[in-house]
């Protein structure tokens, strides 16, 4: 596809795991300096995902952390892979979203999913049996709230009557819906901007809900959430990383991300989690030629990013990868994408 711009990026979660928890100031601060170091590297965006109540200090508060990524930034596109739009007012999630875009001159993206930890559910007063109602319902909220009309809904779990919902940005925030089952990438497909997927999963249903929609390819969008390990040895740097990635893939496990949690056993190993998991191993030249294939055969994606760094895993750590990525497969990529 001549010209092609596909923007990417990095994926955090600011998780503190014991026993390697340090300062969540010290945290917060050296990921932001990393963020903005990495944009002068070339990478074009920055993605926030959400959870509550993790003693790893899970980012409970994407769009605090996405308005100050917003003041150290200048051109990055920031976005959030993803938020639990069942759990929240949507109204309340509209002005805060508005805020985060006139704050970074209409760079940022809601990305939104069903969510599935019954801990979060129970305590913000939802049920996961009223996840699709609360999540089509919040869409449509969102939409209206951005349009400078007043608000106007009665459905199943929100009635709202003509209600101002100011200020307006400018550049109203696309709604990404994330999701690993189909139901949910089919509603990313019907009434989404676009579609994050995790780790590959769900691109040919992406296009075929597209198809049946009657909706062409081109209008779709992929927003890529790479698990990939990329690194000059990656066997060496997946062990290094072992620690981290099973404590990453184990919780995951552990709160229902892939099915209930009494029917998915954890993963006995890092080496297991990396085999079976959704981790790929690349040095530069494998990830020139796995991403450049996977951006021509799926020409719906606009974005892919990468973990920063894992669970506990030194920001410097982090850092190393990011500079590799960046000098050694990004520029190969765009060369390969602009012929």
């Not at 903005?36 to 200090?57: I, N, Q």
């Not at 952390?65 to 759990?87: D, F, S, W």
């Not at 990830?287 to 920001?315: K, N």
Request: charged share 25%; glycine share 10%.
């Amino acid at each position: 596809m001549p010209g092609r711009c596909v923007r990417f990026g990095l994926w955090y979660d600011f998780r503190n795991p014991a026993p390697s928890a340090r300062p969540f100031e010290a945290l917060y601060r050296a990921n932001l300096e990393q963020i903005a170091w990495a944009e002068t590297l070339g990478f074009d965006s920055v993605w926030l995902t959400e959870h509550h109540f993790c003693a790893d200090g899970y980012t409970p508060s994407p769009l605090v952390l996405a308005a100050a990524i917003g003041e150290r930034t200048t051109r990055m596109r920031i976005g959030t892979n993803l938020m639990l739009l069942p759990l929240a007012d949507p109204v309340r999630l509209a002005e805060d979203a508005a805020a985060v875009a006139i704050l970074s001159g209409g760079r940022f993206d809601l990305g939104v999913g069903l969510g599935y930890r019954r801990l979060e559910f129970d305590y913000f007063g939802r049920k996961l049996s009223q996840r699709p109602s609360l999540m089509e319902e919040g869409v449509a909220i969102l939409r209206q709230a951005w349009s400078g009309e007043p608000v106007q809904i009665a459905g199943k779990r929100h009635r709202i009557d003509r209600l101002s919902v100011t200020p307006a940005p400018t550049h109203a925030p696309r709604i990404l819906i994330g999701g690993m089952a189909e139901p949910a990438i089919e509603r990313a497909a019907r009434i989404g901007d676009g579609f994050l997927s995790t780790g590959g999963i769900g691109h040919d249903q992406y296009v075929d809900a597209l198809r049946r929609l009657g909706k062409p390819r081109e209008q779709g969008a992929i927003c890529a959430g790479s698990w990939a390990i990329i690194a000059a040895d990656p066997e060496a740097e997946a062990q290094k990383l072992g620690p981290h990635v099973l404590y990453q893939a184990n919780e995951y496990v552990s709160w229902g991300a892939f099915g209930p949690p009494e029917a998915v056993r954890p993963f006995p190993d890092a080496p297991t989690a990396i085999r079976d998991g959704l981790y790929e191993l690349y040095d530069a030249d494998a990830a020139v030629e796995q991403l450049t294939r996977m951006l021509l055969d799926y020409p719906e994606i606009v974005d892919v990013h990468f973990w920063a760094q894992f669970p506990g895993e030194p920001v410097d750590s982090g850092s190393a990868r990011i500079e590799y990525v960046a000098r050694r497969v990004l520029p190969r990529v765009r060369e390969k994408l602009s012929n």
